[in-house]
């Protein structure tokens, strides 16, 4: 997760959300769009999306959080508009986390997780606890269609039960989205842990396989030796994204 490091009151009205697709990486972001407002009492809030025809990898998801000390987590799952309710299990949970502050403040999780292009999808974010009659924590939301692919969902009842929508378009989360085709392939992160980092897990790994041919890391496919060892530190630290 990491914080923008910004604590936002306005913002100017555009005609729609900021869309683009370039370098193989789409970007939709209504973030602009955002006049200071923020969602109160619902336990559960959530954006509905669209996987983008290509591009369909949800690389990050960025959405402003706020209001009274507590916790919330986040999560993506597929999702049924006509239902109005969430398909099966998450796709990407969190754990229970901190609210960063009393404002809002937006937040980015990396979530890396393929999605089947067309197919419609929805943000949770879950509050702990949240306070009925008008005060509780919540997200940062606009009123107006400037999102095409979905609207905000909310509810009190559990997360797989059918929600309540936006009439149906009448507000929408200030939130960015960037899809990708994939992270770049990695085979340096060769340990048990395959947890997207170059490390010492890996080099164990690497060095528990020596001579063996076929393993994961044998990275040149010669059999695990100097060569896989030179090119491990050599991309030693986060996997390239």
Request: aromatic letters at 12%; charged letters at 15%; one cysteine or more.
């Amino acid at each position: 997760m990491y914080i923008r490091g910004r604590f936002l009151s306005g913002g100017v009205v555009l005609a729609g959300a900021v869309a683009c697709s370039t370098d193989g990486t789409t970007i939709v972001d209504t973030i602009g769009n955002w006049s200071g407002a923020r969602t109160a009492v619902w336990d559960h809030v959530g954006q509905e999306f669209a996987a983008p025809a290509v591009d369909n990898v949800l690389h990050t998801f960025e959405f402003g959080v706020g209001g009274q000390a507590g916790t919330y987590s986040f999560s993506i799952y597929p999702w049924d508009a006509v239902g109005a309710q969430v398909v099966g299990g998450a796709l990407f949970a969190t754990s229970t986390l901190a609210i960063p502050d009393a404002s809002v403040v937006f937040v980015t999780f990396d979530v890396d997780v393929p999605l089947t292009p067309g197919s419609l999808y929805v943000a949770v974010i879950s509050f702990d606890g949240n306070v009925d009659g008008g005060v509780g924590r919540g997200v940062a939301f606009m009123s107006g269609d400037f999102y095409p692919g979905g609207t905000a969902v909310f509810t009190e009842l559990p997360v797989d039960e059918p929600w309540q929508s936006g009439s149906p378009t009448s507000f929408e989360l200030a939130f960015r989205a960037v899809f990708n085709g994939g992270a770049p392939p990695c085979p340096w992160d060769c340990g048990d842990a395959g947890d997207g980092n170059v490390g010492i897990v890996d080099f164990l790994a690497l060095l528990g396989e020596w001579g063996q041919v076929g393993t994961p890391c044998d990275i040149d496919n010669g059999g695990v030796g100097i060569n896989d060892f030179l090119a491990l530190l050599a991309n030693w630290g986060r996997c390239p994204r």
